[in-house]
Each structure stands twice: as structure tokens, then as C-alpha cells.
């Protein structure tokens, strides 16, 4: 059987221009800008680094098709290219924090139209969909966070200190580690580091972001731009501001290989879950394949799973509450409205995503709403 899989062809793509630059997202659905007023949430991810859009390509593809969703229509996904990184520009200045960076992609959201969304983030990309969650809450209806990791002290002290001294350098530039070898090695060493691992279709696809993100640090550190590390990010400030639902989905192999290698994710992740002011919810996935830190790759169907679950129930809670006396109540698996008594009554929006197991408990509210 071929290594290579025939993915669905990416709905709708283009360029925003923000604050800090241009910033590139893809959907899978080519009516991205139709859809502000949808009840079925979009979902809005951010990638780890140094990866771009290419890592929600299965999972763009997985929210397309019917038979991964309940909903009646598939969900739409939009993928955003960080600064820096795929086709988004490098900021125009230095970003400390990343939450100047976050704010960028709700001016994309703007021009999409899209009033109310989840966040999904990839290890750095975590940090993204965290801070829009804890500081736009009127915007971020859920988080999803896979590989969430919380830096060891004396990385985030190192990390600390590096910004402090970027800021307050005056040699115009940065130096750095990453160079050009004229026999090509350069990118020999990227495509190496994953081969263990991944299946060289995958790889390859890690390395082009890769030797991309690299070649675009060495412009902007030649301008004496920067981002704010990962490990800088104040993530326990950040989670106690985040009061939506939050779901974690962590790959074994993941997990296992930053343990082996002294990063101790297993225990970094659990102290990054005491931050929230409610417990997360916590998922697994084993396999039946990869569940390393490729998982949105190699896991997409498991991932879209646990997911749809999540942002359903969520959708399934905004209904009942918007349940009011008086309201008039569609049964969602007929037509037409049910009548109750001498009343008629309806659930709004008409929706079917998560309506099912909604039914009884929405007509019951509705019923104690009216004759109490």
C-alpha cells in the first residue's frame, strides 16, 4: 500500500494583512466567510513549532467529512500560519509577549466573520488558543490543547533571560546557531532529527516547515526581531484566567520520549492541569499508530473524534442556556414544533449537532420554564 495519502484539497486559503504583518490561514470549507452566523462552531488552529497549516491537514479533511461529525453539515476548520512561520510574514517587530501575536489572528477571525469559535493548539501553539481563551472570553467558546507542556524551571529561567536581553540589545541584529552548508548537510541534519519516527512522506513535510521556519529566523534575526520564547510564556498566569471547557489530548509516544530525554512531560503536563480553575478534560490516545508529537498527523481520526465530543457538548450546553420562558421549541428530529399544553415550543438555532441527547432534557426545562 502507497505511503502517500490522497487528502481532500484545502476549501478556501488566503492572506490577511494584521498589525504585524500578513497572516496566512486555510479552511476546508470554501464558504469560510458564510459562516459568522453558523451554531455549529468553527474551530481555529494553531500549530506547534516549527510546523505551519500542514499540521491540520488530516484534521482539516477529517472535519469535512460527514462520517467523523454528527452535524448536519461538515464542521469548518481554519488553520493559521504563526508569524514567522509557513506563508504568514515574520513580524514587523518584536513580540513579547506572544499575546501581542494572538491578538493578530482575532483581526483574522474579523475579516472571516467569525464571531464565537474554538481554539486548538499544538505544544506552542497551546500558548496561542490559551491566551486568546483567558483574555477573550467573549470570542472562545472551548480550548483544545494537544501535547499541552509546561517548560521545567530552569528552562523558563534561561528563556526569561534571553528576552530580557533582546529587548535591551542595541547591536541591531541576533545571532544565530542556524547556518548554510554548501553541502547541503544543513538539511540533511532537519530530516534526521524526525526519521526515526515519522514515514518519510511525513518527514519530508516536517522538514520543508522546518528548513522554512529557520530560513525565515535568520531574516528576522538579522533585523534584530524576535518572538518570545515558549518557555517564557507565563502559562500558569494564563490557564487561572481561562474559565471555558478545556479538553487535553496528549499522544503516548509523546509523553514517553520527552520523559526519556529528561524533559519529564508527564510531569510538567500535570502541573500545567493544576493551573486551570477547573480540571481539564484529559484524553490518551495510544495508537493504533504514531501518538508522538506528529499526532495531528498520524492520529487525525482519533483526534477528530475525541474533538467533535468535546465541541458538541459544548454546543449542546449554549442551547439549553439559551432556553427562556415562552420560547418556542423545534423538535430537532422532525419538523415542524411540538406542542406542550397550550403552548408552542422551540429550541433555537435548529441544529442538530448535539441535539439528539439534547431533546429530552431541553423539553423538560422548557416544560418546568412555563408551568412552574
Not at 451554531?39 to 513549532?49: C, T
Not at 472570553?137 to 472551548?142: F, L, Q, T
Not at 532537519?190 to 522554512?212: E, F, M, V, Y
Not at 484566567?241 to 512531560?265: T, W
Request: proline share 5%; glycine share 8%.
Amino acid at each position: 500500500m502507497s505511503d502517500v495519502k490522497q487528502l481532500a484539497i484545502v476549501g478556501h486559503r488566503g492572506l490577511v494583512p494584521t498589525k504585524l504583518g500578513l497572516v496566512h490561514y486555510a479552511s476546508n470549507n470554501v464558504n469560510a466567510n458564510a459562516r459568522a452566523d453558523s451554531a455549529v462552531l468553527p474551530i481555529v488552529g494553531f500549530h506547534m513549532s516549527p510546523r505551519s497549516v500542514d499540521e491540520y491537514k488530516e484534521i482539516m479533511d477529517g472535519f469535512a467529512c460527514k462520517e467523523t461529525t454528527s452535524a448536519d453539515k461538515p464542521r469548518l476548520f481554519i488553520a493559521m500560519d504563526e508569524f514567522g512561520y509557513g506563508q504568514s510574514d515574520n513580524p514587523n517587530q518584536s513580540c513579547t509577549p506572544l499575546d501581542e501575536i494572538a491578538d493578530c489572528f482575532l483581526e483574522v477571525l474579523d475579516h472571516l466573520k467569525v464571531r464565537r469559535c474554538i481554539v486548538a493548539g499544538s505544544l506552542m501553539g497551546c500558548y496561542i488558543a490559551l491566551s486568546l481563551a483567558a483574555r477573550h472570553p467573549d470570542r472562545i467558546s472551548g480550548v483544545v490543547c494537544a501535547n499541552l507542556y509546561y517548560f521545567q524551571a530552569a528552562q523558563r529561567e534561561k528563556a526569561a533571560s534571553e528576552d530580557v536581553k533582546r529587548d535591551h540589545s542595541n547591536s541591531g541584529s541576533i545571532p544565530d546557531t542556524f547556518g548554510l552548508r554548501e553541502d547541503g548537510s544543513h538539511i540533511s541534519e532537519i530530516w534526521g532529527k524526525r526519521s526515526g519516527w515519522l514515514s518519510p512522506q511525513l518527514n519530508t513535510r516536517a522538514t520543508w516547515d522546518n528548513l522554512n521556519y529557520l530560513v525565515k529566523r535568520g531574516e528576522r534575526y538579522a533585523r534584530g526581531i524576535s518572538i518570545q520564547d515558549g518557555a517564557a510564556f507565563p502559562l500558569p498566569a494564563t490557564c487561572m484566567k481561562v474559565n471555558c471547557p478545556v479538553l487535553c489530548i496528549n499522544g503516548a509516544k509523546a509523553f514517553g520520549f520527552f520523559d526519556s530525554i529528561g524533559m519529564e512531560m508527564t510531569k510538567q503536563f500535570d502541573e500545567a492541569t493544576g493551573f486551570f480553575p477547573s480540571p481539564p478534560m484529559r484524553v490518551v490516545i495510544e495508537g493504533p499508530a504514531g501518538a508522538s508529537i506528529n499526532m495531528l498527523n498520524e492520529n487525525a481520526k482519533e483526534w477528530v473524534e475525541h474533538v467533535t465530543k468535546f465541541v458538541e457538548k459544548i454546543e449542546a450546553e449554549n442551547n439549553v442556556n439559551a432556553l427562556k420562558p415562552g420560547m418556542i421549541i423545534i423538535d430537532p428530529l422532525r419538523s415542524g414544533c411540538n406542542y406542550l399544553g397550550s403552548h408552542w415550543v422551540d429550541i433555537l438555532p435548529t441544529n442538530r449537532a448535539g441535539m439528539s441527547h439534547l431533546r429530552s432534557k431541553a423539553v423538560a426545562i422548557a416544560l418546568q420554564a412555563l408551568f412552574s
